[in-house]
């Protein structure tokens, strides 16, 4: 399946490909393009829009809160994994302003705002930054089982 968004991706539209990859579609294949054409094509190759407006996964807001485009996926496609769910608070911190923010949240902006920089495209973006969100994964599975834990981190977290 072929998915479409805007370019110059940075947290939200790579980690939706890394979820979608993971845990929707294995073969799915990414196009980056100007705001301006993502509609059209969508339209041409069939590929699913994602992080645009006026499409069905993209921010949202419900009982008053905000979520994000990764929210808008894990609700699509029913996924339930615990610590996915988790990492969707991570990256809901990281692309909204929201006042629950995780602390993880502030590293991650800055992490993606870093492998944006460093990238000379979003498919080599989403190459780097996939180990990062598949480590994150790894960290909310051991906080929730309690096989990670922080050392020098405040008190909650």
Not at 66 to 83: I, Q
Not at 103 to 115: D, I, K
Request: aromatic residues 10%.
């Amino acid at each position: 399946m072929k998915w479409v968004t805007r370019e110059r991706a940075k947290v939200d539209r790579i980690a939706c490909p890394w979820l979608i990859k993971r845990f929707v579609d294995p073969d799915a294949e990414f196009i980056f393009v100007p705001l301006e054409k993502v509609a059209g094509v969508a339209k041409e190759t069939g590929a699913t829009p994602f992080d645009v407006s006026g499409t069905e996964l993209t921010h949202y807001r419900e009982a008053g809160k905000e979520f994000v485009s990764f929210d808008a996926v894990v609700r699509k496609y029913k996924l339930t994994d615990p610590a996915l769910l988790e990492l969707a608070k991570i990256v809901r911190g990281a692309d909204a302003k929201i006042p629950d923010s995780p602390p993880e949240s502030v590293g991650l902006e800055a992490a993606a705002a870093g492998f944006r920089a460093l990238a000379k495209d979003d498919h080599e973006n989403m190459r780097l930054q996939f180990p990062f969100y598949d480590a994150l994964y790894r960290y909310c599975k051991g906080r929730l089982d309690g096989t990670v834990k922080l050392e020098h981190a405040k008190p909650g977290i």
